[in-house]
Every structure is written in structure tokens, then in C-alpha cells.
């Protein structure tokens, strides 16, 4: 089965603050995925990236970036966290080739006072 | 560009009814077609997937959808509920081609004993 963790399930960070959110798979995907979850709005892309150290921008990237040092692990960094920013971030991998299924982790929630 | 609609944002029906959960998309390219559920407290799992050929696709758990290509839709239906079946469910479209998946904004399915 394919297994994608996430470091925290519940996180509560102060406005200012460094914030990293860890993602790891362990079946080898080439893709990996960073989405936020809000009510009514659905699933939104913040990045992705299709390979080590390459990523790009998904729908609403502002905020935030991220790094790919290593295939299995895709970190997004809230560089000052705000308000705004309180959330479920759930990360995703895929196959890069064939059907884009994504499998997805059981998400972190992001509270920022 | 691609977009997925999911009118109804939350659909109440009683335990051993039917139910149809609405999704339509907008696409000037070929898709693929996906419905993800998200049980409470856990991350997203693929529910069942349109890629190619027959237009009618199940899932294990005894749901079905039906991709229509002349009315944009993949609606998903059900004959008869159960409470295990309560949950958010997710349409989403990716082009061929294209790495994203598009989601939708959800419909949350409450079942009532």
C-alpha cells in the first residue's frame, strides 16, 4: 500500500512565526503535491513538484515555498505565518507517468494565533 | 483552463435511499475524471476513476459514476445508502497532458438513521 505521512495532524503556531510542514511516501513518486483545505472552497494547489529539487507554483503559491532535497520528502515552509494561513494542508504523490492517481496524507492542521 | 462545479455543497438522505451527487466540469481538452471521499478526520482517498472506455466506472463500495461527455458531467450515484457512506466527497478533472488535478468544492453527504 502505498503510505504518504505528514509530521504533525494538529500544529498551533503565533503570527511571525517559521512554519514547517513535512511530507514523506514511501512508493517512489516522482510527483508530490501541497494542497490547503478550507470550507467552501475545496482543495487548492500552493506548489508541487515533478522531481528533486524542481518545483512549480500551483493556484496559490503567495505565502509560501517549498523543498525537494530528497524524492521521498517535500517540506512547505510558511516563512512568517499569518492569520489567513489557519488550515488543513494535505499533501499528495503520483506516479509521473500514466494516470495521475494521487494518494494523499491524513493532512495537518494548521491553527496560527 | 479547467473547472470543476459541485452545486451542492451538502446533501442530507436517509439510511437505504438513493443518491446522486452532481459534478460537472469545463475542459477544451480531453480529461480524465476522478471522485475522492474524505471519511471524517482523515485525508482523501480515490473513490473511483473515468480514463478511458466505458463510460460507467463502480467502486468497490457499490458506487458508480457516469462520465457524459456532451453535458460535461460525472455525476455520482449510489441505490442505497449506509452510514459508513458519510462523508465529503470530491469531484476532480485533469487534461491529459497536464499534471494538476482540479478539485471541486466538495459536497458533504449526511446520512440520516
Known amino acids: 500500500d502505498v503510505k504518504v505521512t505528514q509530521s504533525s495532524r494538529y500544529l498551533v503556531k503565533r503570527t511571525g512565526e517559521k512554519v514547517f510542514l513535512e511530507c514523506v511516501q514511501d512508493m517512489d513518486h516522482e510527483n508530490m503535491f501541497w494542497y490547503r483545505q478550507d470550507p467552501g472552497l475545496g482543495l487548492r494547489l500552493i506548489y508541487f513538484?515533478?522531481?528533486?529539487?524542481?518545483?512549480e507554483k500551483g493556484d496559490i503559491p503567495e505565502g509560501y515555498s517549498v523543498s525537494r532535497e530528497k524524492k521521498e520528502r517535500f517540506s512547505l515552509i510558511l516563512e512568517s505565518a499569518s492569520t489567513n494561513q489557519t488550515s488543513m494542508y494535505l499533501c499528495a504523490s503520483s506516479f509521473a507517468t500514466g494516470v495521475h492517481e494521487q494518494y494523499f496524507g491524513p493532512g495537518t492542521r494548521l491553527t496560527v494565533t | 483552463a479547467q473547472s470543476v462545479t459541485q452545486l451542492d455543497s451538502q446533501v442530507p438522505v436517509f439510511e437505504e435511499a438513493p443518491v446522486e451527487l452532481r459534478c460537472n466540469y469545463s475542459?477544451?481538452?480531453?480529461?480524465?475524471l476522478f471522485w475522492y471521499v474524505q471519511y471524517p478526520n482523515q485525508g482523501l482517498q480515490l473513490l473511483l476513476k473515468y480514463l478511458s472506455g466505458s463510460t460507467l466506472v463502480e467502486s468497490i463500495n457499490g458506487f458508480e459514476a457516469e462520465f457524459n461527455k456532451s453535458q460535461t458531467s460525472f455525476h455520482l450515484r449510489k441505490p442505497s445508502v449506509h452510514i459508513s457512506d458519510t462523508a465529503e466527497y470530491f469531484c476532480?478533472?485533469?487534461?491529459?497532458?497536464?499534471?494538476?488535478?482540479?478539485f471541486g468544492t466538495g459536497t458533504r453527504l449526511t446520512i440520516i438513521p
Open positions: 513538484s515533478y522531481d528533486v529539487k524542481m518545483k
Open positions: 475542459s477544451s481538452v480531453s480529461v480524465y
Open positions: 476532480a478533472v485533469i487534461n491529459f497532458g497536464n499534471e494538476k488535478l482540479t
